[in-house]
């Protein structure tokens, strides 16, 4: 077996896994639109996408804590090759939670939601970048369950100020100058581009993502598995 087959079998493994994947996103297409938008549930599956990222990779996280690196330097595969196959293998799972919740949108909301492929693509950056950054933030900590312990204040706080989990017309134009700096913004800030069809918006959301994943890949290989 190689080794993207492996971790995705390693986090199949796991039954809350499983849950994230296939049943948490239903329930948040159920929330209803505020005026002019796309309905909420679409922005706060960010804030799922972000957990989901942090507990699929931690089969990753944990063999660089254990120090699988001694063994994987005396192995014919590279660190990095083991890296992206690891990668790789969490962000197809995020691909099928990605398109269990389009494939729900159109059941539920119909023609309410639109351009579902171009949503995809903002998902799935945003997948990557969310992925990105919990590899970057285990650089931290070597413990992953005080990783997860403060990550999951963190991460709230982070969604709520971003506009994943409280609407970005709620938040004052003050705020909104410093938060534009916060990776997760730009999801929200993506779905209002798109929704009010200003696609160059959207093209600067996605692209501001991948800048942010790039940042957080560099960091998180840094430490060598």
């Not at 890296?83 to 990668?87: E, K, V």
């Not at 989990?165 to 017309?169: K, Q, R």
């Not at 209002?192 to 696609?199: I, K, R, S, Y």
């Given at each position: 077996?190689?080794?993207?087959?492996?971790?995705?079998?390693?986090?199949?493994?796991?039954?809350l896994?499983?849950?994230?994947?296939f049943?948490?996103p239903?329930?948040?297409?159920f929330?209803?639109?505020n005026p002019?938008?796309?309905?909420f549930?679409?922005s706060l599956?960010g804030?799922?996408?972000v957990?989901?990222?942090?507990?699929?990779?931690?089969?990753?996280v944990e063999?660089?804590?254990?120090?699988?690196?001694?063994r994987?330097?005396a192995?014919?595969?590279?660190?990095?090759?083991y890296?992206?196959?690891?990668?790789l293998?969490?962000?197809t799972?995020?691909?099928?939670q990605i398109?269990?919740l389009l494939?729900?949108?159109?059941?539920i909301?119909?023609?309410a939601?639109s351009?579902?492929v171009?949503?995809?693509?903002?998902?799935?950056?945003?997948?990557?970048?969310?992925?990105?950054?919990?590899?970057?933030?285990?650089?931290?900590?070597k413990?992953?369950?005080?990783s997860?312990?403060i990550?999951?204040g963190?991460?709230?706080i982070?969604?709520?100020?971003s506009?994943v989990?409280?609407?970005?017309?709620l938040?004052?134009?003050q705020?909104?100058r410093?938060i534009?700096?916060?990776?997760?913004?730009?999801?929200?800030?993506?779905l209002?581009?798109?929704?009010?069809?200003?696609?160059m918006?959207?093209?600067?959301?996605?692209?501001?993502?991948?800048?942010?994943a790039?940042?957080?890949?560099?960091?998180?290989?840094?430490?060598?598995?």
């Open positions: 077996m190689n080794l993207y087959l492996f971790a995705i079998r390693e986090d199949a493994r796991h039954p896994n499983i849950i994230l994947i049943l948490l239903i329930p948040v297409l929330i209803p639109a002019g938008s796309y309905p549930g679409l599956y804030m799922i996408i957990y989901s990222s942090f507990l699929l990779s931690r089969p990753l063999d660089r804590m254990k120090g699988i690196a001694v994987i330097a192995s014919p595969i590279s660190s990095l090759c890296l992206a196959n690891h990668l293998g969490y962000l799972l995020l691909v099928v398109f269990i494939l729900g949108s159109l059941i909301h119909g023609d939601v351009g579902r171009v949503l995809f693509t903002l998902y799935l950056t945003f997948g990557v970048m969310s992925l990105s950054m919990a590899l970057a933030w285990n650089v931290l900590f413990s992953y369950n005080l997860f312990g990550f999951s963190v991460a709230s982070l969604c709520l100020l506009g989990s409280l609407p970005l017309f938040l004052p134009d705020l909104i410093y534009m700096f916060l990776p997760t913004y730009w999801l929200p800030f993506g209002e581009a798109w929704h009010g069809g200003n696609t918006q959207l093209i600067q959301a996605q692209a501001i993502l991948l800048g942010y790039g940042i957080f890949l560099l960091i998180g290989s840094k430490r060598r598995l």
